[in-house]
C-alpha cells in the first residue's frame, strides 16, 4: 500500500490518502512478450515440419495467433505449433485445430416474382 500525500485547497491541512496498485496479469507472467521481440514460430503437422519462420511484429499472444492463421491458410488438420521467444527466453507448444477456409460464394438471387398489378377498386 502507497501512502499519497495531498494538501487541501480550503485549508491546506495535509489529506493523507492510500492506493493499492493493483495489476492484473493476463495469461502466464513467464510468457510475456512485447512489440519488437524476437519471437520463432515452428509449425509440425504429421511429424514434419511445414511451416517456419520469424517476427518481430507481435505485441501479444493475440497478434501472433492472428499472423499464424493467416501464414496458416489453406493448411487443415491438428498441428503442434512451437513458439519461442528470443529476447526474454521462454518457449511454448500449442496445439492448435486448423480447418480450411471456405471459398466466399454469392447467395443466389431468387428468380424474380410477378406480381399483378390491381387497383383497390378492383376487389
Known sequence: MNSIYYTSSSSGAPI???RTVRRVAVGRTDSLMSYGDRISVSVVAGGQRVMEYETHQAADM????GD???RAKGMK??????IRNHDRGWTRER???LYPQKKHTPAKRPEAVQVPMFFPWEL
Not at 493475440?62 to 495467433?65: F, V, Y
Not at 488438420?77 to 512451437?82: A, D, F, Q, R, S
Open 16 to 18: 493523507y490518502t492510500s
Open 62 to 65: 493475440t497478434d501472433l495467433t
Open 68 to 70: 499464424f492463421r493467416r
Open 77 to 82: 488438420g491438428l498441428v503442434m505449433v512451437y
Open 95 to 97: 496445439r492448435i485445430m
